[in-house]
């Protein structure tokens, strides 16, 4: 009899929750000795304390008048941009880098709780973009017109496309909910940090959000 207690990925499609050990990891966000956030309800600025992976700012909830953080946050020395929209693209240099180095997060405006959204890769097309299948084309139409067919002239051609020094592009969505089951919406402030080389372009509705939409 089978003791082991390993799920199967199927089994478990529709548990919404993070991983625990998202928890014990680092934040990828580096603070400086002196950065703060500062309460808006009571003016006190505070330090980035428990921060992990799973919460790259920690809680941003007040110690001293239990305020959350929103949108409208002041933060100092730190390199975090506000966002505005709810979907963003992510365009890496051409290398080694196999995913980006920006951080995407979000705070949310119930709780305070802190998240990051993780950027995934956007697949590339199964077939070559239209422009290097023409080129193919005619790369094959003149070799054959042409008397000699010269097979390695076509591939080359194709290999010569896709091999192209090209930046990878990235997708991240704010669209999954807090733990305690808000919704990202306008009132929660979204942050960025850039990775050095990386674009970033909002790719949806600037400031819509599902929530809005009755
Ligand atoms: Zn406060
Ligand atoms: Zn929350
Ligand atoms: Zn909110």
Redesign the pocket.
């Known amino acids: 009899m089978q003791t082991s207690a390993t799920p199967t990925p199927s089994a478990h499609k529709h548990t919404p929750r993070r991983r625990p050990h998202a928890m014990e990891l680092p934040t990828p966000i580096t603070f400086a000795a002196n950065a703060s956030w500062t309460c808006t309800t009571c003016g006190v600025p505070h330090r980035f304390t428990n921060t992990s992976f799973a919460r790259p700012l920690g809680r941003l909830k007040c110690p001293l008048c239990s305020a959350v953080a929103?949108f409208n946050l002041p933060l100092t020395n730190t390199n975090l941009a506000i966002l505005d929209g709810n979907q963003y693209s992510v365009s890496v240099p051409p290398g080694s880098r196999d995913k980006p180095l920006t951080v995407f997060g979000w705070v949310?405006?119930?709780c305070g709780r802190s998240h990051q959204r993780i950027p995934h890769a956007i697949e590339r097309p199964a077939t070559p973009p239209p422009r290097f299948r023409d080129r193919i084309l005619k790369a094959y139409h003149k070799t054959i017109h042409g008397g000699d067919f010269e097979y390695d002239s076509v591939t080359s051609i194709h290999d010569y496309g896709s091999s192209l020094p090209e930046r990878k592009g990235f997708r991240v969505a704010f669209d999954r909910p807090c733990s305690c089951e808000?919704?990202?919406?306008?009132?929660?402030y979204r942050f960025k940090v850039v990775g050095e080389g990386e674009w970033i372009a909002a790719t949806g509705a600037v400031g819509v959000f599902p929530s809005n939409r009755t």
């Open positions: 929103n949310c405006c119930s808000h919704a990202t919406c306008e009132l929660c």
